[in-house]
């Protein structure tokens, strides 16, 4: 899924009909942090929350299996071996949860919300930055959901809940596996572009032509539509005096289709039905390189498209 990146704090972001009755009763939080600050995020998760008047959140060692899950993102990641006494930090919260593809019909789990800030190499991230990292996230969550559920809360008041709790939504036996090869389905064309800097044009052209060498058309007007974007990202941002000699490279394969929320089927958007993506600090790669790890992202998709 294409991420809703932001500084600051907008009224609502593009994903905000997806939290449409959204049963908070069932909804699962991870908070993803160094273990020393595991309690005291949590608790600051919680009174956010409450102060909304919502309900709070299970936590992420209950034992019920939960077709919702919130993973708040809070982690600094040490680069020494190319940055030494810097820190990786790319913050962000994501809402995942059943789906169901337009295209194959096939239901599984996959991310409904979300909200990040590019990533970024520091010196150092100190607690009050991680603190503020959370207030921004999950109030941007609550204003969503508030925006998108004002009428049902209201009703809540007066008539019983939209939602019955006690009867959530059931994961099929798949959910939890990371094999994607299952909702690619019959892919016959799809709407190609390439993210690459000077060399996106080339690498486009090379990309069509091994994708058409597979049977697979790629759509040469943009405004045509398949049902199905692939999108290849080779992105590299310079770190300058952060870490010389050295870019954030952005490396990831996208295949966008529309789909719609399992839970409320009126509800429909765009989302990733397969991909691969890393996050890396390299010296600056030149463009045979980034050829050949387009090449290598390609046949990895269409190896799992032939086995599925």
Not at 236 to 241: A, E, K, R, S, Y
Request: aromatic content about 6%; hydrophobic content about 35%; proline content about 7%.
């Amino acid at each position: 899924m294409a991420l809703f990146s932001t500084t600051g704090l907008a009224a609502t972001t593009a994903y905000v009909k997806t939290t449409e009755q959204l049963d908070l009763k069932h909804l699962r939080l991870i908070i993803v942090t160094p273990p020393a600050s595991q309690d005291t995020l949590r608790h600051r998760v919680m009174t956010h929350f409450s102060r909304a008047g919502l309900p709070l959140p299970e936590s992420d060692s209950s034992q019920k299996q939960s077709p919702a899950v919130l993973t708040l993102t809070l982690s600094p990641k040490p680069v020494e071996l190319t940055c030494p006494g810097k820190v990786l930090y790319a913050p962000s919260l994501v809402l995942t949860e059943l789906v169901t593809s337009q295209r194959t019909g096939v239901t599984y789990q996959d991310t409904t919300w979300v909200l990040s800030t590019q990533p970024e190499v520091l010196d150092a991230v100190t607690a009050q930055h991680i603190e503020e990292d959370l207030d921004r996230l999950i109030t941007q969550f609550i204003a969503d959901y508030n925006t998108a559920n004002r009428s049902e809360r209201s009703r809540e008041q007066h008539s019983a809940p939209i939602v019955d709790s006690s009867q959530p939504l059931s994961l099929p036996p798949d959910s939890a596996s990371s094999d994607q090869n299952h909702r690619l389905g019959d892919l016959r064309t799809v709407r190609l572009s390439v993210l690459a800097g000077p060399w996106s044009s080339a690498l486009k052209n090379a990309a069509a032509r091994q994708l058409g060498a597979a049977g697979i058309r790629p759509l040469s007007d943009l405004t045509e539509s398949s049902g199905v974007d692939l999108s290849l990202e080779l992105i590299q941002h310079p770190l300058g005096d952060h870490c010389p000699g050295y870019v954030l490279y952005e490396r990831g394969l996208y295949l966008v289709e529309e789909v719609q929320v399992s839970r409320r089927p009126q509800v429909r958007f765009w989302s990733d039905a397969w991909l691969q993506e890393s996050l890396q600090i390299v010296p600056p790669r030149s463009r045979q390189e980034l050829e050949a790890d387009q090449t290598e992202l390609l046949r990895t998709l269409l190896s799992s498209h032939q086995w599925k």
